[in-house]
């Protein structure tokens, strides 16, 4: 997926994933690795160190009427897009349906309903700014901007907002249910207005004024099955980019495959770092899952802010203190209160840059979403120091750059990171084969060792032939495996057919044969070499009959 100028330094990869060895180990897995969806239940060694709602759970099946027939003998409800067949059930109905599902070769994935938090720092002593310095800092002030278009199009997974506010008199925003308005600390009406406000003479103008936004809103206390929810629910609604300005540092895989749905349907995530540098720096879920645009803190005088996490997910930073937005008068606490005050935190800077994206991605509609994503990373202006750091990532978010920035090539059949992505096991339907077993098939493609860590092809092996494999390396070192038909994950070594790993810029080839008079299916698996220089890499995958 991620083409790098330079690349994450390998020590601080080290440090995310030893970091993360505490954890369950998929959550480590989401990260960085192979990834086979987990089966955790009530009762569970693992169940105990994941903080969750302890009166349901989180059940995940192959889509389709028999698992909707039996999820329902057991009171589940599904949660999300469809396609990934996740239900929320109650806890003490966890093991039997679970039991239930896996008698019919049905289940995929088990998990505690891990609770969420909002990503907002504390809030800042002075009441109002005299301008706002954060939008400056992203675009300049005579960069006009394009008219709102109904098919660009922000989705705000949030509290409640206040439609109420004078913000929102001109109807750009809207919610996709009617949940009390958050008043607590106003979170959802602040981080639409730095995305959306409109320029309408009253108040504040945000990122990318008057855009279409919608919210599914989601209550104070967030779980994972309501993230999930939330997720499915704007991109139903056509959201082109999804913000998140929440987190956890409890994996929860239902929330991965509904993150990564989102991204086979063209939509690009982004989440917020977190504020937690001070309580240890923990990576949390889910800014740091494979395909999500992680944005940290950085202040007005340039330099990352002193709460915002630091690690190797992030890949932007954007203004984080001092933000001037729009929040419902009862949370409003300043002298005098006006429905305007200001707050800092990951939370809103998150949303800054998921509405510049949602921009840039307007303007640029012949690019593919993760050649926008790209382009927005490419773009950013550097800060100390120099190059990617885990701070910032490549630096502040710059509109006017990333809207002129020359993209990467496309990556193709994202997210494709294991074999549940593209066996038909998390989305109901199996990616088309890249190779049918006739023409010879040549394409380019992308690693990113935390954003994209392998890629996997489903390809046909034609009846008494054989195939040839080779993977040419355009930068960085990317190796091969083939795996039969029946392999589940890349995790299983039983199941490779052939394999290369030249280190260096040698071309890695593998052919493999079927003996068989009928087609059958395998997997080709790119991934960065083990004791490679680089986490990134590029290459040339050629597919063809010998």
Not at 95 to 101: E, I, N, V
Not at 122 to 135: I, K, M, N, V
Not at 253 to 275: C, D, K
Not at 335 to 363: C, K, M, Q
Request: aromatic share 6%; with cysteine; net charge positive.
């Amino acid at each position: 997926m991620a083409t790098r100028v330079g690349h994450r330094p390998a020590m601080i990869a080290v440090f995310i994933i030893a970091t993360l060895a505490a954890a369950p180990s998929s959550a480590s897995a989401a990260v960085n690795g192979p990834y086979e969806p987990p089966i955790v239940l009530p009762g569970d060694a693992t169940a105990a160190s994941v903080r969750a709602d302890p009166h349901n759970w989180l059940i995940s099946a192959r889509s389709g009427a028999e698992a909707r027939a039996i999820t329902r003998r057991f009171g589940a409800q599904s949660i999300g897009s469809r396609a990934i067949g996740a239900f929320v059930v109650a806890r003490e109905k966890a093991r039997p349906l679970a039991g239930a599902l896996r008698a019919r070769g049905l289940l995929v994935s088990a998990y505690p309903n891990a609770l969420r938090y909002r990503a907002q720092a504390p809030p800042a002593p002075d009441p109002l700014t005299p301008s706002q310095w954060w939008r400056n800092a992203v675009v300049a002030p005579t960069t006009p901007t394009p008219p709102p278009a109904p098919t660009a199009k922000l989705g705000l997974v949030d509290s409640m907002p206040d439609l109420s506010h004078p913000e929102w008199a001109g109807g750009n925003l809207s919610t996709l249910s009617a949940l009390p308005v958050e008043t607590e600390i106003g979170h959802g009406t602040a981080t639409a207005a730095v995305a959306a406000a409109p320029a309408n003479g009253t108040g504040i103008i945000g990122i990318w004024p008057g855009m279409f936004a919608v919210n599914s809103p989601i209550p104070s206390q967030i779980s994972c099955a309501e993230s999930v929810a939330g997720i499915g629910n704007v991109l139903n609604a056509g959201a082109t980019v999804v913000n998140m300005s929440y987190g956890s540092t409890s994996f929860c895989p239902q929330e991965f495959a509904q993150i990564q749905l989102a991204v086979a349907r063209g939509a690009i995530p982004v989440a917020s770092a977190g504020n937690e540098l001070a309580e240890g720096n923990p990576p949390e879920f889910p800014a740091s899952l494979p395909h999500v645009l992680t944005i940290a803190a950085v202040t007005e005088a340039g330099t990352p802010a002193t709460f915002s996490n630091s690690n190797a997910a992030v890949d932007l930073g954007a203004p984080g203190t001092n933000i001037l937005t729009a929040v419902p008068l009862a949370a409003d606490h300043d002298a005098a209160p006006d429905g305007y005050t200001v707050l800092n935190g990951t939370s809103f800077s998150s949303p800054i840059v998921a509405a510049a994206t949602t921009w840039v991605r307007a303007a640029r509609p012949t690019l593919t979403p993760d050649q926008i994503a790209q382009v927005m990373r490419l773009s950013a202006n550097d800060i100390a120091p120099p190059g990617w750091d885990p701070s910032a990532g490549y630096g502040m978010v710059n509109i006017d750059k990333a809207l002129i920035q020359q993209p990467p090539p496309p990556d193709p059949l994202e997210p494709n990171d294991e074999i549940v992505w593209v066996d038909g096991r998390a989305f109901g339907k199996k990616d088309p084969a890249v190779f049918g077993g006739r023409r010879t098939v040549r394409f380019v493609a992308l690693l990113d060792a935390l954003e994209d860590p392998e890629d996997v092809y489903r390809i046909v092996l034609p009846g008494h032939r054989r195939v040839l494999v080779s993977i040419k390396p355009a930068f960085g070192d990317a190796d091969v495996s083939v795996y039969d038909q029946r392999a589940t994950s890349v995790a299983q070594r039983s199941r490779i057919l052939g394999k290369s790993g030249h280190a260096g810029s040698k071309t890695d080839a593998v052919t493999v044969r079927n003996r068989g008079r009928r087609n059958r299916s395998a997997y080709v698996r790119v991934f960065i070499h083990p004791r490679a220089r680089s986490l990134n890499a590029a290459y040339v995958v050629t597919i063809k009959r010998r």
